[in-house]
């Protein structure tokens, strides 16, 4: 009996990794803009997607994966809505990972504008997993506060942009929308800031623009 | 805790090194984990010691290197090494880092028993 040793270098979430590209080739070769949407618990996801949902499906498709610990609640809300949603119970698991996406692939409608993913209510485990999303949002509440981008990092860091939600209560609350933007914009230069609230609608048309504008871009860059 | 989920990959690529060499049994297992990785080399030990038994890596040692932050500025190539979050260029005040280090995740080898 003898030992060996066996060099292997490979990433431990390499398995992850290589799913979630062929989702995202698949899915921009059909021209859907996907996004995973991070956030803590309660930042409000799921009613900034009922709000988006307002302004993009008069004339846009929408469709919506709800990643939960437990329950059918948030898919429930969202298909109240009449948008066709699939709700995927972790167990447990406190983030999605590509296989738990690519299981659900066949049911995605080919012809769908865009895909949101919204991924389970946490900033930190989720940042670890690219779920083949071509954008990651993530929302920052005001009740949160604004010190959160430096003790999360890795959530502000792997986004593409970062919402700060719920700013109709930011006059009411020791939140610093111009603090939380420049902590954010220091540990990661290229995030985009939008400001909304889901409540009054404010920031929503926005936040709307900027999503049909990256379609657009997404399908010039695939015609 | 996805420390969990990163061990259950690491399990499945345990599987192959053990398969093509025909080993009896895993005795070592060396990762290397990146300080801005995002996982908890204490988490990652816990997780390992859970999810080894009745596998072959049953009696294994789990070794994990840290590797430090490594960044690059991307204005005026300035480089530095820390080990803990390096948000500003020391030479130029930028604060356009290329991240070159710190944030992987590898299995780096494997000592396997072998006949």
């Known amino acids: 009996m003898k030992t060996k040793q066996v060099m292997v270098l490979k990433d431990l979430l390499g398995s992850n990794n290589k799913i ?4 995202r080739s698949k899915l921009t070769d059909q021209g859907i803009l996907t996004i995973n949407l991070l956030s803590s618990p309660g930042a409000g996801k799921t009613t900034l997607l009922e709000a988006l949902s307002g302004s993009l499906r008069p004339k846009f498709s929408m469709a919506v994966i ?3 610990i437990e329950t059918e609640r948030d898919a429930d809300r969202i298909r109240a809505k ?15 990972d590509a296989r738990m996406i690519g299981r659900l692939f066949p049911e995605i409608p080919a012809d769908l504008d865009f895909l949101f993913i919204e991924n389970v209510g946490n900033l930190v485990c989720p940042a670890g997993f690219d779920l083949g999303e071509s954008l990651r949002f993530v929302l920052l509440s005001t009740p949160e506060g604004d010190d959160k981008p430096k003790k999360y990092p890795k959530a502000f860091t792997t986004s593409d942009l970062m919402v700060i939600s719920k700013v109709d209560l930011a006059p009411m609350l020791p939140f610093d929308i111009e603090q939380a933007r420049r902590e954010a914009l220091e540990i990661n230069p290229r995030l985009q800031v939008f400001t909304t609230s889901a409540r009054t609608g404010d920031g929503i048309p926005a936040l709307s623009d900027y999503l049909i504008a990256e379609l657009e871009r997404l399908r010039r860059g695939h015609a | 805790m996805h420390e969990l989920s990163l061990i259950s990959n690491l399990f499945d690529m345990l599987e192959e090194p053990v398969r093509e060499k025909n080993a009896r049994r895993i005795t ?3 990762l290397q984990v990146g300080l801005l990785a995002g996982a908890v080399p204490e988490l990652l030990k816990t997780a390992f010691d859970v999810y080894k038994k009745d596998t072959p890596a ?3 040692v789990l070794e994990i290197v840290e590797v430090p932050f490594h960044v690059r500025c991307r204005r005026c190539g300035f480089e530095k090494t820390g080990d803990d979050y390096i948000v500003l260029c ?3 005040g930028s604060n356009d880092l290329e991240i070159l280090a710190g944030t992987e995740l590898i299995l780096e080898k494997v000592e396997l028993e072998v006949d």
Request: hydrophobic share 35%; aromatic share 4%; charged share 25%.
């Open chain 2, 58 to 60: 049953a009696d294994a």
């Open chain 1, 82 to 96: 009449g948008i066709p949603a699939w709700q995927i119970q972790t167990g447990g698991a406190c983030h999605l």
């Open chain 1, 66 to 68: 709800e990643g939960d």
């Open chain 2, 28 to 30: 070592r297992v060396k």
């Open chain 2, 90 to 92: 020391d030479s130029c």
């Open chain 1, 20 to 23: 979630a590209d062929e989702i």
